[in-house]
């Protein structure tokens, strides 16, 4: 899913030397028609290892390429997640078939509902894709459940099975049923993130998404998905606030919204806090500190009231592709946060390590003083999501 990767030692099994082999020459390529020569031979590896459920072959060769620098990085990770999510069938007559995510961002101070999702909103979606989003003549399976981030399939060869499953569906241009009973219960945040999954069909070589079109235009897509796929999508989410997303092909759509949902969350923390404690609104200070698991790994941005001390709510910004200590992630968080009516921010230079409670497993968020404390709403302000019960 996402292109950072934690260190891991390397392994050398014969599976993972021949795509480390592939991958490297394809980095050093010098024309196209020696690429899809490379490509060709590697979509054929990778089609047998997501076949045989060999996600750790996979993995290995990435976590190998990713910290040796390699060129042949960003080669391997597109054809591995263009095989997961797309296939085509039947040669130059057959359909080209797209995994695709319609993302949602959501925050509530109860819960951000997730399961599955009715006949009747499902054709609505429907509807709202195929006015603004799709091309004219895709046909589309969506899958009736909303997805929480731990929901979707984990993994390459989950994933490519499912751009199988809805990928069949879509050639008949019917909808998907998942047994949402199965899926893993969701976990709780303020602020998260929804999908809708969903596969098209077109003619191979067909224009898949409405700015494909002659007459298509991204970012009036985009606006009018916001606002009419928007409306329809609401009432999944009662006692919510939403942002609908554009729909795009499954592993783009994904790394867009885990981009866009840490703004989203400290917008999101900002209002909690602000509906929670409407008389200390002009109170309300903000700590920013970057946390390390041996290297950078995320900033944690603690909100105190008065008292700076105590930290009442707290947001994690974790970094994400190339991202380090030389991105500007704090200027980014301070003008979030400006923009959001805090004018009281302190950044703290000092690194400290990423720890967690050991009774519920929240993070630490840093304070005023420089400290790393546990979030905790006062008493009786208290909420399901933040109370500190132990
Ligand atoms: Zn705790």
Known sequence: MKRTRSPRPPRSAPDTEALLKEARALGLSSSRLEDAYWEARLSNQIDTLLKGKDDDTLNAALDHLYQSDD??????????????ESHSTGGDQGDDLLLIAIPI??????????????AAILTNVRTQLMAHVLAADTRLALANALFSPDQIPPGFSATARFTGQLGRAAQQNVDFHVDAGQLPEAMHFLSDNRYILAAVAVKHGAPIFRWQEQ?????????????????????????????????LAFFSACR??????????????????????????????????????RRLT???????????????????????DAEDEN??????????????????????????PAEYCDDCGAPYYPNQDGETVHAEMPEEEGTPHSRHLH
């Open 71 to 84: 060129r042949g990085y960003e080669g391997l990770v597109d054809l591995v997640e263009s095989r997961t």
């Open 105 to 118: 961002l959501a925050w509530s101070r109860y819960s951000i509902p997730s399961g599955p999702v009715s």
């Open 215 to 247: 007459d298509g235009d991204r970012e009036q897509a985009e606006a009018q998905w916001k606002q009419q796929g928007g409306e329809v999508l609401r009432p999944l989410f009662p006692g919510c606030a939403i942002e609908a997303r554009l729909p």
């Open 256 to 293: 867009d919204t885990d981009r866009a949902a840490r703004g989203y969350a400290i917008q999101a923390s900002v209002a909690f806090l602000n509906a929670t404690f409407p008389e200390a609104a002009d109170q309300l200070q903000a700590v920013i500190a970057p946390f390390h698991e």
């Open 298 to 320: 995320e900033y944690r941005i603690g909100f105190t009231l008065a008292d700076g001390a105590k930290v009442v709510h707290g947001v994690v910004w974790p970094l994400l």
């Open 327 to 352: 991105s500007d992630v704090p200027g980014q968080v301070e003008s979030i946060l400006t923009a959001a009516g805090v004018n009281r921010i302190t950044s703290l230079d000092h690194a400290f």
